[in-house]
């Protein structure tokens, strides 16, 4: 069984910064590219950043020049720096990987967190 498991999210003024991480297991044959989007209240879900597996990154406008994702491939860990963080920044957020899958390998597949609060207020 696959799955993500998150975590790093909570409550923070603005300005201040947070650190998310996704973690991935199980039997996993590949990882092709891992994300973070965000979901805020009555709102759609949307691309915050993602990486894919030849280190290539890309960020939605909103966050650009605040927010880094990284990748530590040896643990299929994802992670998502939050700096300068706004009220607007405030939401769900949901780890996403699309992975190869097996020991005969299947795939790919889209693969979804559970989601972390975050939340930016004084």
């Known amino acids: 069984q696959v799955q993500l498991v998150e975590s790093g999210g909570g409550l923070v003024q603005p300005g201040g910064s947070l650190r998310l991480s996704c973690a991935a297991s199980?039997?996993?044959?590949?990882?092709?590219?891992m994300g973070w989007y965000r979901q805020a209240p009555g709102k759609q879900r949307e691309l915050g950043a993602l990486?894919?597996?030849?280190?290539?990154?890309t960020y939605a406008d909103s966050v650009k020049g605040r927010f880094t994702i990284s990748r530590e491939y040896a643990k299929n860990t994802v992670y998502l720096q939050m700096n300068s963080l706004k009220p607007e920044d405030t939401a769900v957020y949901y780890c996403?990987?699309?992975?190869?899958?097996?020991?005969?390998?299947?795939?790919?597949?889209?693969?979804w967190g559970q989601g972390t609060q975050v939340t930016v207020s004084s």
């Open positions: 996403n990987a699309v992975m190869g899958v097996g020991t005969v390998p299947r795939g790919p597949y889209n693969y």
């Open positions: 199980g039997s996993i044959f590949s990882i092709y590219v």
């Open positions: 990486i894919t597996s030849g280190g290539n990154t």
